[in-house]
């Protein structure tokens, strides 16, 4: 299988060098910059408690130069897809898969929902172009369930976890989604063919919704979050919000929000990816986080006023610290 790698960075550097090491894949990447030069004189690697893994690596900055893929896997942050989109055609063919093991709502999680119409998600795909460039039918969903980090371009760092949920975007189980979670468990990782991705999208997001802004905004790592009663209470209603928002949807969350504050807490006192890229001085990625989340609200009329209030408020602090672009 050809697997190609857009976004060597934390996420995409961690799957592509266990893809590359595992010997399975023709595996190859899109990258620019410090990462490519790394790729080009380290090749993939990956730093963990189990040591240091380093396979080859065929990278470029020019995807016509690797040709039709069978999987391209989309990890670059979301400011940068629509980007990246525009120059993804060179890589598909006719039954190329697109895996984007990306954070919030994809540009395609509303496609097909009963009611919702063609109108794309305005906060994620303005003008509906990622969606014309990478077709639905093209589309496997992913959630990412790993902490790791790059200290140095090319070269990154695994935390914690190895979980992928894969599925279809419109539900069910498919030959094609099985053949890929067959190659990342063969890789090493834990990935889960989902009947129902969509659902694992939105409950990840439910908890990040919240964690990731006020993370950003205060400085603060997940633990005090938690521990001040007042922010874990806005938190709360927030996910209300939100879990109204996804039952309308089809994606309908059981557990409760104190629930879920319980597991949060079990990870301890770590800094969300929203955090550590405000410290970094990359752009915020607050329009699949949050943006997204207030949109369907408005668009299904479920009031979202602590969802309002919140994407407000980091939107303000990112503009102002230059994380974000200004109002137009």
């Given at each position: 299988m050809k697997v190609c790698i857009i976004g060597a960075g934390a996420i995409g550097g961690f799957i592509g060098t266990r893809l590359a090491a595992?010997?399975?894949?023709?595996?190859?990447?899109?990258?620019?910059?410090?990462?490519?030069a790394a790729l080009k004189d380290?090749?993939?690697?990956?730093?963990?408690?189990?040591?240091?893994?380093?396979?080859?690596?065929?990278?470029?900055?020019?995807?016509?130069?690797?040709?039709?893929?069978?999987?391209?896997?989309?990890?670059?942050?979301?400011?940068?897809?629509?980007?990246?989109?525009?120059?993804?055609?060179?890589l598909l063919g006719p039954e190329t898969l697109v895996l984007p093991a990306m954070n919030g709502v994809p540009w395609w999680f509303c496609q097909g929902v009963p009611g919702w119409g063609d109108e794309p998600l305005a906060s994620v795909d303005p003008g509906g172009r990622i969606a014309n460039a990478i077709p639905l039918h093209h589309v496997v969903g992913c959630v990412v369930h790993a902490a790791t980090s790059t200290p140095a371009p090319?070269?990154?760092?695994h935390k914690m976890?190895?979980?992928?949920?894969?599925?279809?975007?419109?539900?069910?189980?498919s030959e094609r989604v099985q053949r890929v979670a067959d190659l990342l468990n063969h890789a090493g990782f834990e990935a889960t063919?989902?009947?129902?991705?969509?659902?694992?999208?939105?409950?990840?997001?439910?908890?990040?919704?919240?964690m990731n802004p006020v993370s950003a905004i205060t400085g603060a790592t997940v633990d005090r979050l938690l521990d001040d009663e007042l922010v874990r209470g806005f938190c709360t209603a927030a996910?209300?919000?939100?879990?109204?928002?996804g039952a309308r949807i089809g994606c309908p969350i059981a557990q409760s929000?104190?629930?879920?504050?319980?597991?949060?807490?079990?990870?301890?006192?770590?800094?969300t990816s929203m955090l550590q890229d405000v410290e970094?001085?990359?752009?915020?990625?607050?329009?699949?986080?949050?943006?997204?989340?207030?949109e369907i609200g408005h668009r299904v009329a479920e009031p979202s006023p602590n969802i309002d209030a919140l994407l407000g408020l980091v939107r303000l602090f990112a503009r102002v610290r230059g994380l974000y672009p200004q109002a137009s």
């Amino acid at each position: 299988m050809k697997v190609c790698i857009i976004g060597a960075g934390a996420i995409g550097g961690f799957i592509g060098t266990r893809l590359a090491a595992a010997g399975s894949a023709q595996v190859s990447a899109v990258a620019r910059g410090a990462t490519l030069a790394a790729l080009k004189d380290h090749g993939w690697r990956l730093q963990s408690a189990e040591g240091l893994v380093q396979a080859p690596a065929h990278a470029t900055d020019r995807p016509a130069d690797l040709g039709v893929q069978d999987l391209v896997v989309i990890a670059v942050k979301g400011p940068a897809l629509a980007s990246v989109a525009q120059g993804i055609a060179p890589l598909l063919g006719p039954e190329t898969l697109v895996l984007p093991a990306m954070n919030g709502v994809p540009w395609w999680f509303c496609q097909g929902v009963p009611g919702w119409g063609d109108e794309p998600l305005a906060s994620v795909d303005p003008g509906g172009r990622i969606a014309n460039a990478i077709p639905l039918h093209h589309v496997v969903g992913c959630v990412v369930h790993a902490a790791t980090s790059t200290p140095a371009p090319g070269l990154v760092q695994h935390k914690m976890g190895r979980g992928l949920v894969i599925g279809e975007p419109g539900g069910g189980r498919s030959e094609r989604v099985q053949r890929v979670a067959d190659l990342l468990n063969h890789a090493g990782f834990e990935a889960t063919h989902s009947a129902d991705v969509r659902y694992d999208i939105w409950y990840k997001l439910w908890g990040n919704m919240t964690m990731n802004p006020v993370s950003a905004i205060t400085g603060a790592t997940v633990d005090r979050l938690l521990d001040d009663e007042l922010v874990r209470g806005f938190c709360t209603a927030a996910m209300q919000e939100a879990g109204r928002i996804g039952a309308r949807i089809g994606c309908p969350i059981a557990q409760s929000p104190e629930e879920r504050h319980a597991l949060t807490r079990k990870l301890g006192a770590f800094k969300t990816s929203m955090l550590q890229d405000v410290e970094a001085g990359r752009a915020l990625e607050i329009d699949a986080i949050v943006a997204a989340v207030q949109e369907i609200g408005h668009r299904v009329a479920e009031p979202s006023p602590n969802i309002d209030a919140l994407l407000g408020l980091v939107r303000l602090f990112a503009r102002v610290r230059g994380l974000y672009p200004q109002a137009s």
